[in-house]
């Protein structure tokens, strides 16, 4: 971790620690999520996903760090923007590639419903259009 700038070694090693544990939990229970993390990065300009998956029974965990993009993306940044589950479906749709007619078709609103949705979205994401918000997701 050597690309990380102005972040605490004690929040770094206390997220790895909750990560880890989570880790285990899940391998114990299936049932509980998979633990996944997704943080935006100062340092590199995108989000980044750490993931976790126990090795073994011995305890041991690996830790996989990854630039983080679309779908696995989209409920932390949503989350991180404070985006309302209607427009997260917006967003579900654009990211699809999706226009916004066919989205209100898709979604039995009207047009002028959506795009005052998207005028929320970019007003909350600093975004000024379709295209720069995408390209924030998928990039």
């Known amino acids: 971790m050597t690309a ?24 114990r229970n299936p ?4 633990p996944l993390l997704c943080v935006p990065s100062s340092g590199s300009g995108w989000w ?5 998956q126990p090795l073994g029974d011995d305890g041991d ?3 996989v ?4 993009t679309g779908t696995l993306l989209l ?25 916004p007619k066919q989205i209100a ?7 002028h419903t959506i795009n005052e949705h998207l005028r929320a979205i970019f007003r909350k994401t600093g975004t000024c259009g379709r295209n720069e918000l995408v390209a924030a997701i998928t990039a």
Not at 13 to 19: G, T, V
């Open 4 to 27: 990380r700038q102005n972040v605490p070694d004690w929040l770094i090693e206390s997220s790895f620690a909750a990560l880890a544990a989570a880790a285990r939990e899940h391998a």
């Open 31 to 34: 049932r509980r999520h998979n």
């Open 48 to 52: 980044t996903a750490i993931d976790a």
């Open 61 to 63: 965990v690996a830790v």
């Open 65 to 68: 760090i990854q630039r983080a």
């Open 75 to 99: 409920p932390s940044f949503c989350d991180w923007y404070a985006i309302t589950a209607r427009e997260r479906q917006i967003m579900h749709h654009l990211q699809d590639g999706s226009a």
């Open 105 to 111: 078709r898709l979604l039995d609103l009207s047009v």
